[in-house]
């Protein structure tokens, strides 16, 4: 449950489920240059995250005809990891958080997941929007708590628009913008500058 301490090593692990993790200019790995990753789950196992600023030109109507009303602008797949990208997951804001709706599993606030073999139809009145996300991004046990003590990520409260932004291009500067003062000034680090 997010919020909760769990023992790790002999010290206490806070949950970062809900947290945003923002790629740091150090980070050498492609697949997340530049990104924003939401954590969807982080367990002493673990952590599986979406990105939230990788759109395709793939229309979610071509995939999910179903739920392609549901979508939010850009209502296409976004890449949301690595990890197993014939997979989905999708991401949905609810409209009224603190009701409880079967097939939804609550991330932060009112952001979740939604379980995509529920009939889209029943959930139409509850949900605000979603995104859908082909594949996703894993770390095994103490495997991003290692890059993050390497500098590789930002570990930052989000908002709850954030994973549902009209310009998912600007969310990396504008997530360090809002942040203030040198972090600020990391969104205007040069994309083809090499750090050592």
Same mark, same amino acid.
């Given at each position: 449950m997010?919020?909760?301490?769990?023992?790790?090593?002999?010290?206490?692990? *806070?949950?970062?489920t809900?947290?945003?993790?923002? =790629?740091?200019p150090a980070?050498?790995? !492609?697949?997340?240059?530049?990104?924003v990753?939401?954590? @969807?789950a982080?367990? !002493?196992?673990? =952590?599986?995250? &979406?990105?939230?600023?990788?759109?395709?030109?793939?229309?979610?109507?071509? @995939?999910l005809?179903?739920?392609? $009303?549901? =979508?939010?602008?850009? %209502?296409?797949?976004? *890449?949301?990891?690595?990890?197993?990208? $014939?997979? /989905?997951?999708c991401? %949905?804001?609810?409209?009224h958080?603190?009701r409880?709706?079967?097939?939804?599993?609550q &991330?932060s606030? /009112?952001?979740?997941?939604? +379980?995509?073999s529920? $009939?889209? *139809?029943?959930?139409?009145?509850s949900?605000?929007?979603?995104?859908v996300f /082909?594949?996703? #991004?894993?770390?095994?046990?103490?495997q991003?708590?290692?890059?993050?003590?390497?500098g #590789?990520?930002?570990?930052?409260?989000g908002? !709850?628009g954030? %994973?549902?932004?009209?310009? !998912? +291009?600007?969310?990396?500067?504008?997530?360090?913008?809002?942040?203030?003062?040198?972090?600020?000034?990391?969104?205007?680090?040069?994309?083809?500058?090499?750090?050592?």
């Open positions: 997010q919020g909760e301490g769990q023992a790790i090593g002999g010290r206490a692990m *806070e949950s970062m809900g947290r945003l993790l923002v =790629a740091t980070l050498k790995d !492609p697949n997340f240059d530049r990104t990753v939401l954590l @969807v982080h367990e !002493p196992g673990g =952590a599986l995250g &979406v990105v939230l600023n990788r759109a395709t030109e793939v229309p979610v109507s071509e @995939v005809g179903d739920w392609s $009303d549901l =979508a939010r602008y850009p %209502a296409v797949l976004f *890449e949301g990891g690595p990890v197993q990208p $014939d997979s /989905a997951i991401l %949905a804001r609810m409209r958080p603190m409880r709706l079967k097939g939804f599993h &991330v606030g /009112a952001v979740g997941t939604i +379980d995509l529920v $009939d889209p *139809e029943r959930l139409r009145e949900i605000g929007g979603i995104r /082909a594949g996703y #991004s894993g770390w095994g046990s103490g991003l708590e290692q890059e993050i003590a390497g #590789s990520w930002f570990v930052l409260d908002l !709850p954030d %994973a549902f932004v009209d310009r !998912p +291009d600007d969310l990396w500067p504008m997530v360090l913008r809002r942040q203030g003062g040198m972090m600020a000034a990391v969104a205007h680090f040069p994309p083809d500058v090499a750090l050592n």
